[in-house]
């Protein structure tokens, strides 16, 4: 009962407690400097009386005005955050850890700056000018405040992110699932698998690394998984196919993983952004944002007619021999098609303006795609075709989306 009130206090009780910290070090340092004398370090470490009584003063300032301004940031990124995610989300975010040091580090560098400056005689009388231990130790609290700065705003931005958001409160799951519910007995491994020791999407794959590992043990390994997939805690991601032990740890070397998808070597990740985008500007209404989502769409297009005349990835890789070491899931043809189709095709076939931007990029990738490719995309177009005969959109394929498709000529 005990620990479970101190981590409810505990979101002010860690500033309050860097607060008292900052206090007990200033006393510290001033009795430092009464017993061994207010001269030990040169004026050319510290600065005279004068120019160390104004840093200190400035920084207590500073630091102030920087703790006001830090929370006041926090406050509305946890608003944001209620709106956007849950509001459910606000004891999660304010008792993040690193957050209440950061905070408590500036404000406890605001006391002993304080505390510290009031010590410091700009008369500089003999013997008596500035507690040189103290002042050292103030600046080093402002070079760490700097630091931290540096490392809250990177740690904040983190934290207000989709995948931080959802990190952050999946974490505290696993901590509570990890205390209440104790394991009582663990699933025998096979060797011939190699399962995660975490939990993250898979955001890259060492091809040539996995080659070369199953050559050294003259195997044949399969990967489970896929770029872009999300893989649980403790879940397979490869396998030998003949059976034989794995190098687990080797293997998840080879394989990254990360709180959420990235570009590199992800390409449809970017499609999947992309189409997002699209969707997002329509789905409301046909006529909340169509330029938007024409916009989308023409990079949509663009990418897509790239990779319509380009080779698929190979599944089966290769070592130098020409024996197969590894078999990856590769998504195919069709499966970009449907990427990039599907969604914005059943929200977009109701806008005249985004019906028509999409029936133009369909109907130019039909006529650069190699006939193999050809039936996944005359699929989407029926489905857009009916879906705008549905709404009683008349289609006329147009560039523009704007409906001037059929009204633009060449000039003599």
């Not at 005349?309 to 195919?332: C, I, K, N, S, W």
């Not at 189709?341 to 019906?355: H, K, L, Q």
Request: charged fraction near 20%; aromatic fraction near 4%; charge should be negative.
């Amino acid at each position: 009962m005990r620990e479970y009130r101190w981590r409810i206090h505990s979101l002010w009780a860690v500033p309050l407690l860097c607060i008292a910290a900052g206090a007990l070090v200033a006393a510290i340092t001033l009795a430092i400097d009464a017993a061994i004398g207010y001269d030990r370090l040169p004026s050319s470490v510290l600065g005279t009386p004068t120019a160390a009584q104004t840093i200190l003063s400035t920084a207590a300032s500073s630091m102030l005005t920087l703790t006001t301004i830090v929370l006041t940031v926090l406050t509305l990124g946890v608003q944001l955050a209620m709106q956007q995610f849950s509001p459910r989300i606000v004891r999660a975010l304010l008792g993040d850890r690193r957050s209440q040091l950061a905070h408590g580090l500036f404000a406890a560098t605001f006391l002993f700056c304080m505390i510290a400056v009031a010590k410091v005689d700009d008369a500089a009388k003999p013997g008596h000018q500035v507690p040189s231990v103290t002042v050292a130790t103030g600046y080093l609290l402002l070079l760490a405040s700097l630091l931290a700065l540096v490392a809250y705003v990177h740690h904040a931005g983190q934290s207000l992110r989709v995948a931080g958001i959802i990190d952050l409160v999946g974490d505290n799951l696993q901590v509570e699932l990890d205390r209440s519910f104790p394991l009582e007995r663990a699933e025998p491994e096979d060797p011939a698998s190699v399962t995660t020791t975490d939990a993250g999407v898979v955001v890259l794959i060492d091809v040539g690394g996995l080659v070369e590992l199953a050559r050294r043990s003259d195997d044949r390994l399969e990967m489970l998984v896929a770029v872009g997939d999300f893989v649980p805690r403790g879940a397979p991601i490869a396998c030998s196919q003949a059976g034989r032990p794995v190098d687990g740890d080797g293997v998840r070397r080879l394989v990254l993983l990360d709180n959420e998808r990235s570009h590199i070597g992800d390409a449809a990740y970017g499609f999947r952004k992309l189409v997002d985008i699209a969707e997002r500007s329509i789905a409301s209404s046909p006529y909340d944002d169509p330029v938007t989502a024409v916009q989308a769409i023409d990079r949509l297009h663009d990418g897509l007619r790239q990779l319509a005349v380009r080779r698929m990835p190979h599944t089966e890789h290769r070592d130098g021999r020409g024996a197969v070491r590894l078999v990856t899931r590769e998504l195919g043809w069709p499966g970009w098609v449907r990427l990039v189709f599907e969604e914005v095709v059943e929200v977009g076939g109701g806008s005249p303006v985004v019906a028509r931007r999409l029936l133009a990029a369909i109907d130019d990738l039909l006529a650069v795609a190699p006939p193999d490719r050809r039936a996944p995309l005359q699929q989407h177009r029926d489905r857009l075709l009916a879906a705008a005969e549905d709404a009683g959109v008349r289609l006329v394929p147009d560039d523009q989306g704007l409906g001037s498709g059929q009204d633009l000529r060449a000039q003599r």
